[in-house]
């Protein structure tokens, strides 16, 4: 399911590590690749910032009858949540609540990444070479819902049905590949027939739908109003661990957690097979969440006491403080998604790949990994966390993890190795009408050595005329003489003025807004006049990904999947504005695919590929094309540091993606008091 994950905050300012050039992180981050099926992580777009490690999962030494019970844990949020609505949730600040309350048939291992039984026991795909493969499966016979009714196969074909009836929007993953579920009539409790071949069906099927109970959502005839809050004093229905006794949107929620007894599933024989995973829980008594409106006023409650840990990493600059104070600690962890950029190719020269390629080279990487964020981000490249690396290109096609040449064709184009961007070599590049196609070259000065997987950008040329003369934008005063011209016109008269770029405000991420401003005048250098907008989370999503007015704007993604489906969200040309329409939440703001290039046929062909080697190339191939093409500019990958109260909280787990979100729910089962 794609949730938003707002990342603009300082906790973005520790989302990212340079490795250095022994490759130590490149080895480690391998643990964490994808060898079989699934592919159902929840994607969020994002404001905060995380942090990654390179070390294996710690192995858990206590026996879950030695644990303490009970406590509350305090956790803080710089973000408001949208709705108690599952239906309708799209922030991670609803979903760290929501994700207690509701199980699905199926989970993704949080260290393996293999499919795990959960609602549903077991599984078996038929006809999978049909143009709708079957898949039959059995359900647990003994959960509940939060509210003491049995949970039953009916309320299993329920939530098929409503969420594919209804076409709810946030559940796109669900009536995009399930056509039906019904009560199987041999030896098998359900049948599901897809709409298509799926090749991540065990997760992206099996794993996609929350389970909602019928007694409840049968009533509801218009799901976008529902609030579950104003029915029930303990809000939403969920077969989950948790309950939400509070949910107020400007301030504070609470969850509470269930009996032990009334939670089968964390008892299940294949978590009790890990060293680092332990049954039994969760163990505490609550989850108390606080807003707090900006990150560092969040990183300035930690440290001062009042919360025990956050959403996202700790700033940078309050990690040596936090590792050095007696009491506080930090949970590592890889990142599940990415920071980027990203540009409306509805708009000239937006639309074209070598401009955009050529803006990229004006990205000082340099300054933004290593002085503003000191180590704590990887440098970015492909849109697929190096935490999942089973199908980015260097893993499938024996590169070296975010190291290979391949990986880096677009790197900041230096003037001397200095921090002067190389402006002759960019204004050439576009010039001569250049794009790097993913042929072999020097382009702009530095080398590539050809695509991993082969494939080719979606144009080998520029798609317009560019050259360079008088300035006439006062945004290019003190910076150039020469403004870019686009087929013979000056570029601020095409676009009506300066790029703008939409960013975080300063003073909720003073680190983005430097790395910002130093791009902004790398490329007012070459000649392309550009103005930052400074604009909050929420106005900024409903811009893009609802009017998608807006030349650029800069934002990230969590809780991305670890097979590469999300690619589907972020670049299918179904998921853009003109395909899903004006009223909808469109992952694909640019509008790669409708308007621009596209990798719809790469996409699709992954999508149905049954046979998981296959499929993994095909992933890799798919994702090195949006590469190509530049349809996001990736900034980098958070180094997670989940930041926590020690004195008082252990259990948490270390070194698995995204432990403060994506994994939030092993945590929120694992932690509890230290005594």
Known sequence: MPHRRNRSDDANEDRRTFLKASGAGAVALSLAGCSGGGGGQ?????????TTTEEEPDTVAEDASDIPQGGTLRYGMSENPDTANYMMAGSVYSAVALNLVYDFGTVTDPVTYEIQPWVFTDWELQNADADQPEIVFNVREDLTWND??????DDVIFSHDYIIENEVGEWSTVWNNIAEVTEDDGDWDCRMTLTQPVGTWDSTALGACPMIPEHIWSDVDDHQNYDPMEERENGPVGTGPGIITQF?????MQVQFRDAEEYPLTDLDWIEEHDNLRTGGPFLDQVNFSIYGSTSAL???FMRGEIDTHYGSLRTEEIPEAQDTEGLGLINGYDSGFGYVDMNFRREPLDDIAFRQAAAFAWDDYYWVEELQQGYVYDGDFAQSPGYSGVRPETVYDGELLEDPASEAFKFRGQDETAEPDVEAIRSFLENG??????EGTYAGREYPGSLSGVEASQSEAKHDYTFDEAVSSELDDLSDVELYVNGEAISEV???PIEILISPPGENPKTGQAFERWAENLGKVGIPVTLEPTGFNTRTDIVAYDADYDIYTAGWGGTSAFGTSLQL??????????SGADSYNYNRSGYGVVDAGADDLIDDAYTEMDPENRNEKWATAIEKTYLDMAYMVNDYSKMRMPMNTADFTGAIENIVDPAYANWFWQATHIHQTE
């Open 299 to 301: 990183t300035e409650a």
């Open 495 to 497: 676009m009506d003025g």
């Open 42 to 50: 929840e994607t969020t777009e994002t404001e905060s910032d995380e």
């Open 248 to 252: 107020n949107p400007d301030t504070d």
């Open 434 to 439: 250049e794009v790097i196609d993913g042929s």
């Open 570 to 579: 972020f670049f299918h040309s179904n998921q853009a504005k003109e395909e």
């Open 148 to 153: 003491g009714e049995d949970f039953t196969v």
